[in-house]
């Protein structure tokens, strides 16, 4: 084992951990803004959006990540043209695996969201609506904000998830932290020191995360 | 002040309310006592559309809001609820549960509708409690809050869904205080309630129903002391 080899190409890994980051964040954001809407669609008063929600949601847990990623990455182009990944800031590959990853993860979310919005005590929607509130009002200056807090563990615990699910990217040669690890191993035929390296990056990543949803969580509970 | 006309509501196939009639003046307080499951609840938020009745109509000041083609938001206002278990924000301090509503449906400005917090906060005597978040609140302080914030609203009517039932005893009287506040000066109160005491000194009428339908109705004095109905005689000797 020579360890010194993770000081020499550290900053290969580090190259990898960046699009790692990139991809997560990109992927986070998709995947919020579709699960909020796809959330909020569950819940919806009129069946069609409901109906609609619930088929992309067991689509999309249905089969596998790895298969989805694949899917858009392999399957789409010969259909709709070669160049839908190309793009002018991160790699084709990369680009796939951030929208793939993001309607996975929207499914999730909206789930998280939906029972989030249903936890909330349905007396507080009738003092509201009692009082004379719209729909809309309720929801936007009562409910939302009690569902929010609710939401922020569960989401916290997929975006973890997401994190580390961008490793499945590496499948279709996005070069993110995985990739470089492996590609390293295999060079060197040393995979230990460099799968060490990798795995130590991405618990660093995590950490940062976790402690970041335990600082809001705090936030919030102090004017609760 | 409200009139209810041949009022049924369905749960499913669980036939709640069978035909209610009932007439509420202004100024006026209604018990409704009963049995649980006797359908009051349902009555009570079927006056504020909380539930839609399958049938009959509920006219307040003789217009008829179970009709078709009004704002229901704007009709809510003009009869405040209070419920058993307080419904406040608990992500909203005492001040601003109380000047939500009035600043968002009644549009009246901020500074106003505090003004207006501070007077209603001192009737329910809580003035003190305007910056607490409700969870640092005794029960009975928290249900005294919930009044203060229907009284804000200046509805038309009051309904209390048996405002007491979720209070430790000896948290009882300060609600029931407030509420005999509001009796002596001429509120129109509907009241559904276990407190057979505060039906006898502050009711102007008293509903007994049972089933779904009103079995029996009158001055107190007569309800409690010679009830005509066997049910109600039954019901009132298991409670008093």
Redo the contacts between chains.
Sequence with gaps: MDFSLLLKHYDLLLTGAKLTVVMTVGAITLGVILGTLLGLMRIARLSILRAVSGVYLQIFRGTPMLLQIAFLYFALPPIFGSGIWKNPFIPDAALAGIVALGLNSGAYIAEIIRSGIQGV?I??T?????????HL?TMQ??IM??AF?RVIPPLCNEFIVLLKDTSLVSAIGAKELMYQARAMGAKYYEYFVFMVGAAIIYFCLTFVLTQISNYIERRLAV?? | MIKVYGLHKYFGKNHVLRGIDLEVAKGSVVCIIGPSGSGKSTLLRCMNLLETPNEGQVLIDGVDITAAGHNIDELRAEAGMVFQRFNLFPHMTVLDNITLAPMKVRKVSQAEAEKQAHEVLRRVGLEEKAPAYPKQLSGGQQQRVAIARALAMKPKLFLFDEPTSALDPELVGEVLDVMKGMALEGTTMVVVTHEMQFAKEVADRVIFMDGGVIMEEGPPELIFSQPQNDRTKAFLDRVL
């Excluded at chain 1, 009738?126 to 719209?134: D, P």
């Design positions: 005590d007396g507080q009738e003092a509201a609506r009692a009082l004379g509130l719209s009002q200056l009562v904000p009690q807090r004017s609760d």
